[in-house]
């Protein structure tokens, strides 16, 4: 399993140093290969945190959520993320959208098979982009192994 330092988090996500420190303080993404607990010991990312870090960069730029709902939708990607680990040639994308009639952040996850599962991530969170967010795992990693990550 290849390891990716803070560094190389930052330049294959975008996310900026500070926002890295702060989810791994609060605990939402942690370096789950070395956790970097204390002077000196640089975090250590997993292939998995990496593409959890650019859906929580999506989310946060695109919805401004708060950590607890980011944890809600880094769970679901984990949770997607190790279903495609047992079926490999699923394609699956999650939409993030607005629910129109209770104002309510939801996630729709879709597999090959037309599968739907909902998840509430925000309580009374309006959303300005009705569209919702689309967040295509597969063109993520992609997009990823473009810039030279691998598992």
């Not at 999506?58 to 679901?76: D, Q, W």
């Not at 996630?107 to 982009?129: F, H, M, N, P, T």
Request: proline residues 2%; glycine residues 10%; contains cysteine.
């Amino acid at each position: 399993m290849r390891a990716y330092r803070l560094k190389e988090v930052q330049e294959l996500t975008g996310a900026t140093t500070a926002r890295l420190v702060h989810w791994n303080r609060v605990g939402l993404i942690e370096g789950s290969i070395q956790a970097g607990a204390g002077p000196g010991i640089s975090r250590e990312y997993s292939y998995d945190d990496v593409v959890c870090i650019t859906v929580a960069s999506r989310l946060s730029a695109g919805f401004g959520l708060p950590v607890a709902s980011l944890r809600v939708a880094v769970g679901l990607v984990r949770q997607v993320l190790r279903s495609r680990k047992a079926h490999p040639a699923d394609d699956i994308a999650i939409l993030f959208f607005e629910d129109s009639s209770s104002g309510k952040l939801l996630a729709s996850k879709a597999d090959a098979y037309g599968q739907i599962e909902w998840a509430e991530l925000a309580r009374g969170r309006c959303v300005d982009d009705r569209t919702g967010l689309v967040v295509d795992l597969a063109a993520i990693e992609q997009d990823l192994a473009a810039r030279g990550a691998t598992r």
